[in-house]
């Protein structure tokens, strides 16, 4: 059993409290076309849960009162949410930057050509999952094709002018490990999935992120089923790193569920640790008071790790 | 069951520094010297050693360097092909030798 991480904060006289947020992030849905063995919110086909217009709505209020420098849009599969266009569009005046997250493989499909229209129209940066240059790791990780299609979909967002350099569309890869391992440190993984992407495929991509994979969810059952979560949790707990507090995205962010729910991240949300201890709707939030603490449990180890989650 | 090899025991691979404390620290120094950054990557030196750990059979250092290499970057196809080099050396070493055997045979043989 690793320290309570509450405790580990304490040990170091360490405070975990929300800054200025400028980050709103919205996580639309657990309804997925796939059912990653990584994923922390067991997203999946089987899943119902989706945001409907009226709290799209309210979320865009939100966004009206509270005024973010970025909105991030997440799942799930935000493609698979009816109105996903509807919150991009009514998103987009009100914030500087705005991502979608996508894990490819639907945006391949022709029925979702006039949502990579609208993306490209209102210059939203397409963040994608991308864990592994081998088509047997990432399988692995998110279902066997998913790689190729993964390779397909990155040269037609090359080809429409996603990623490349100089473009105002951002192409954006995020790598998390094919295992119960620690990510490969950021800057030397860019270097060598752009050298092999560009060698074996001719893509370009912006910039890729590493993100340790976080025990909770599907990701935290298979970390019990195969054996490795002590281990694993023995490994995140050990890399503490007391110096990534400051730096922690939870403290410059906030996580909205598809129900309206406010979250101090999407790993709380994950684990149904709402913002302030209690479960409070968009509607009813004026603003996001800093020095409001940031709810945690032993899942934070995974985002104070080495260099962390910021 | 009782083995000779432990996958825990790797963990204790310091505690050989309570006997001649200063040549256990000048190995790990060196050892830690050896695995930074160099004219190498971090990434080329973890795949070196798992090479040269199946190489020489070591079981903690396969667990150890497999783990790196994942942790370094490496994927699962440039690890094999790594190992595959470590075996095309063990095993030309053996063929080489085949040379001696001929040259024996050349020198008893009518």
């Known amino acids: ?310 | 069951m009782e083995t000779y090899y432990n996958p825990t025991d790797l963990e204790k691979f310091g505690e050989i520094g309570k006997e001649a404390p200063e040549m256990a620290k000048k190995f790990f120094d060196y050892y830690a010297s050896v695995f930074a950054e160099g004219e190498l990557t971090e990434r080329e030196k973890a795949l070196i050693a798992l090479a040269v750990a199946h190489a020489v059979q070591c079981p903690y250092c396969i667990d150890a360097y497999t783990s790196s290499c994942l942790e370094k970057g490496s994927n699962q196809a440039e690890m094999t092909e790594a190992v595959h080099v470590a075996c095309a050396i063990r095993g030309g070493a053996s063929l080489v030798h085949g040379v001696q055997m001929m040259n024996t045979c050349k020198k008893v043989s009518m």
Request: overall charge neutral.
């Open chain 1, 1 to 310: 059993m690793v320290m309570k991480f509450q405790k580990t904060l304490s040990g170091h006289q360490l405070l975990l409290q929300r800054g200025d947020t400028n980050t709103l992030q919205i996580n639309v849905g657990r309804l997925c076309n796939l059912a990653c063995r990584h994923c922390h919110v067991d997203a999946g086909p089987g899943r119902s849960e989706v945001m409907d217009r009226t709290t799209m709505s309210d979320v865009i209020d939100f966004a009206g009162r509270c005024r973010f420098q970025m909105a991030d849009i997440t799942g799930g599969a935000p493609e698979l949410v009816p109105d996903l266009a509807y919150l991009l569009q009514e998103l987009r005046p009100l914030v500087d930057k705005l991502i979608l997250r996508t894990n490819l493989v639907l945006l391949l499909q022709n029925r979702y050509a006039p949502l990579l229209d609208l993306c490209k129209e209102l210059g939203v940066a397409i963040t994608a999952s991308f864990p592994s240059t081998n088509a047997n790791q990432a399988d692995s990780q998110r279902g066997e094709g998913v790689w190729q299609d993964s390779i397909a979909m990155l040269n037609h967002l090359n080809a429409i002018g996603y990623g490349l350099p100089g473009s105002r569309l951002e192409l954006n890869l995020v790598a998390n490990p094919t295992g119960a391992f620690m990510p490969v440190a950021q800057c030397q993984a860019e270097k060598k999935f752009r050298t092999d992407l560009a060698r074996k495929w001719g893509i370009q991509f912006t910039n890729l992120f590493t993100f340790a994979n976080v025990p909770l969810g599907r990701f935290y059952r298979w970390l019990e089923q195969s054996g490795n979560l002590t281990h694993y949790m023995d490994r995140l707990a050990a890399g503490f790193n007391p110096a990534t507090i400051n730096g922690l995205m939870c403290r410059s962010l906030i996580s909205i569920s598809w129900d309206g729910t406010l979250y101090d991240c999407d790993f709380n949300q994950a684990a149904d640790l709402p913002y302030t201890g209690e479960k409070i709707h968009v509607t009813s939030v004026a603003d996001l008071p800093t020095g409001t603490p940031i709810a945690t449990d032993d899942h934070c180890y995974a985002c104070t790790a080495g260099a962390g989650f910021t």
